[in-house]
Nanobody
Framework: QVQLVESGGGLVQVGGSLRLSCAASGSIFSDNVMGWYRQAPGKQRELVAV???????NVADSVKGRFTISRDNAKNMVYLQMSSLKPEDTAVYYCYYNVVGRATTWGQGTQVTVSS
């Protein structure tokens, strides 16, 4: 079993920056995909960005050019650097871990609020 712990959320003004971190622990498979989803009030959870162990990324169009995903395989960490934040980025951000053929693991979520 894998556990995910997020950190780094908070309140920021429009145009500001935040960095989210997620630490994975437990029975980690090397061939995994990690990343971030988010869920705003009244909306479905949506992909923000994911990254494979080899560094291949999939980034939502809504955040391209503003958000950067990275990972440290040695530390089992994934990061999301968020810049030029907009009010519509306000959501709970969930860390994501997936291995093909196995159940997805989610973190507990961290709130990001962008004030105008």
């Amino acid at each position: 079993q894998v556990q995910l712990v997020e950190s780094g959320g908070g309140l920021v003004q429009v145009g500001g920056s935040l960095r989210l971190s997620c630490a994975a622990s437990g029975s980690i498979f090397s061939d995994n995909v990690m990343g971030w989803y988010r869920q705003a009030p009244g909306k479905q959870r949506e992909l923000v960005a994911v990254i494979t162990r080899n560094g291949v990324t999939n980034v939502a169009d809504s955040v391209k050019g503003r958000f950067t995903i990275s990972r440290d395989n040695a530390k089992n960490m994934v990061y999301l650097q968020m810049s030029s934040l907009k009010p519509e980025d306000t959501a709970v951000y969930y860390c994501y871990y997936n291995v093909v053929g196995r159940a997805t693991t989610w973190g507990q979520g961290t709130q990001v609020t962008v004030s105008s």
